[in-house]
């Protein structure tokens, strides 16, 4: 199994960018995705998740209004559209998989599958 994160970067405060995480290996519709990031000198932390069918969708609250998930199981590809990006969300961004069955969807535990990560760099 292989999840291939892209689209991080450099962008000022304000800015946008679109994180994209490939799926290989694994019968992608069949499972929950997740965002999770990492800041310096913290733990990882959940971002955003959704269902297998696309139909439930979560956000931490420092996100909400601002980021996007979505998913194309015909793309084997789930994204993160972030827009008025802050400082704050400076981090390294990781993708996950979870079996469809899988609980709580902000538990690092139930997810399988990690991505490598990229880094989201937010100048002031």
């Known amino acids: 199994v292989q999840l291939q994160a892209s689209g991080g970067g450099l962008v000022q405060a304000g800015g946008s960018l679109r994180l994209s995480c490939a799926a290989s290996g694994l019968t992608f519709s069949n499972y929950n995705m997740g965002w999770f990031r990492q800041a310096p000198g913290k733990e990882r932390e959940f971002v955003a998740s959704?269902?297998?069918?696309?139909?439930?969708?979560y956000y931490t609250d420092s996100v909400k209004g601002r980021f996007t998930i979505s998913r194309d199981n015909a793309k084997n590809t789930v994204y993160l559209q972030m827009y008025s990006l802050k400082p704050e969300d400076t981090a390294v961004y990781y993708c996950a998989a979870a079996p469809r069955y899988s609980g709580i969807y902000y538990d690092s535990y139930q997810y399988n599958y990690w991505g490598q990560g990229t880094l989201v760099t937010v100048s002031s």
């Open positions: 959704i269902s297998w069918t696309g139909g439930n969708i």
